[in-house]
Nanobody, 132 residues
Framework: QVQVVESGGGLVQAGASLRLSCAVS????????IGWFRQAPGKEREFVAH???????????DSVKGRFSISRGVAKNGAHLAHLQMNSVKTEDTAVYFC??????????????????????WGQGTQVTVSS
């Protein structure tokens, strides 16, 4: 069974930086496309960023371009990692951030996976609160 676990959320002031991490493990797949979504109170969940399996192809929502970046790695225990570096955060970035994994075959990774239905496994989310 694939496990998706987010970490790194918290309370930060506007203008500061925060780094979220996502660890994907299990399932026996060679690698994963990984994306980040967020859901603010009273709003629908929205796409934030996506990385293909090796980090060479990335995609971002317009609202975070130039401020957020996604990178890939591998943990010592073999889990596939995706970090979301959030710089110059704004109060409107306040939301629960979800990580999602796309298993092979990667139908959308070459162009970016922007929609929830393109992902196969989801984490429970981590809260990010940006204060003014």
């Amino acid at each position: 069974q694939v496990q998706v676990v987010e970490s790194g959320g918290g309370l930060v002031q506007a203008g500061a930086s925060l780094r979220l991490s996502c660890a994907v493990s299990g399932g026996g797949f060679s690698n994963y496309g990984i994306g980040w979504f967020r859901q603010a109170p009273g709003k629908e969940r929205e796409f934030v960023a996506h990385s293909n399996w090796n980090g060479e192809i990335t995609a971002y929502a317009d609202s975070v371009k130039g401020r957020f970046s996604i990178s890939r790695g591998v943990a010592k225990n073999g889990a596939h990692l995706a970090h979301l570096q959030m710089n110059s955060v704004k109060t409107e970035d306040t939301a629960v951030y979800f990580c999602a994994a796309e298993v092979p075959p990667w139908y959308c990774s070459d162009s970016g996976c922007y929609y929830e239905h393109e992902y196969d496994y989801w984490g429970q989310g981590t809260q990010v609160t940006v204060s003014s």
